[in-house]
């Protein structure tokens, strides 16, 4: 079992729809956990961050945790093809030295 | 303000050599990382420096591979005697006393031919 799963994608969404990203993690001591876009040749950019159960919001951008389920998910409402990105779910590790353990990214295609 | 800065932006360097890659981390940030991703293995976690100690130094790849960090600012990441399983874009990234969100400099694109 891989220690941060994603969905590869690609996930295909029109315009100004409601995507929604997944992400499983395995180490159930993990308490921070983040969203990060990155662009095809590009460097990851931090786009989420969230360490609480429930729900954070953010401009489009919302994040849910639920560490009983070890679940956390993205949602970028009105979705636009500017956000056609890969998105990596990134998990600190409960050892707390600042390894963050990544995922293998979701393929956003939003499409007009 | 600035954001992390790393050099160069790319290297090609024949198998066997010598590289060192550089980091300058966001002002203020003591805690530096880095990571290297490639194709088949994704984001994968190299070194961590808190000021210029590293406490976790769990994902170098091999002895070849060693980092320092001097004045708890800049980093050099060294990778001695290349070999082409070391091609890989190479990533940076700074936060405030570690361990918080992490912000990811540009990346050095290193080619081993």
């Known amino acids: 079992q891989k220690e941060v799963e994603q969905n590869s994608g690609p996930l295909s969404v029109p315009e100004g729809a409601i995507a929604s990203l997944n992400c499983t993690y395995s180490d159930r001591g993990s308490q921070s956990f983040f969203w990060y876009r990155q662009y095809s040749g590009k460097s990851p950019e931090l786009i989420m961050s969230i360490y609480s159960n429930g729900d954070k919001e953010d401009g489009r951008f919302t994040a849910q945790l639920n560490k009983a389920s070890q679940y956390v998910s993205l949602l970028i409402r009105d979705s636009q093809p500017s956000d056609s990105a890969t998105y990596l779910c990134?998990?600190?590790?409960?050892?707390?030295?600042?390894?963050?353990?990544f995922g293998q990214g979701t393929t956003l295609q939003v499409k007009p | 303000g600035a954001g992390v800065s790393q050099s160069p932006s790319n290297k090609v360097t024949e198998k066997g050599k010598d590289v060192e890659l550089r980091c300058d981390p966001i002002?203020?940030?003591?805690?530096l990382y880095w990571y290297r991703q490639s194709l088949g293995q994704g984001l994968e976690f190299l070194i961590y420096?808190?000021?210029?100690?590293?406490?976790?130094k769990s994902g170098l790849p091999s002895d070849r591979f060693s980092a320092e960090r001097t004045g708890g600012s800049v980093s050099t990441l060294t990778i001695q005697r290349t070999q082409q399983e070391d091609s890989a874009v190479y990533l940076c990234?700074?936060?405030?006393?570690?361990?918080?969100?992490?912000?990811f400099g540009p990346g050095t694109r290193l080619t081993v031919t």
């Open positions: 420096f808190q000021g210029n100690s590293a406490p976790d």
């Open positions: 002002s203020g940030h003591t805690a």
């Open positions: 990134a998990v600190l590790g409960s050892s707390n030295t600042g390894k963050l353990i």
């Open positions: 990234a700074s936060s405030f006393a570690g361990p918080y969100e992490q912000y």
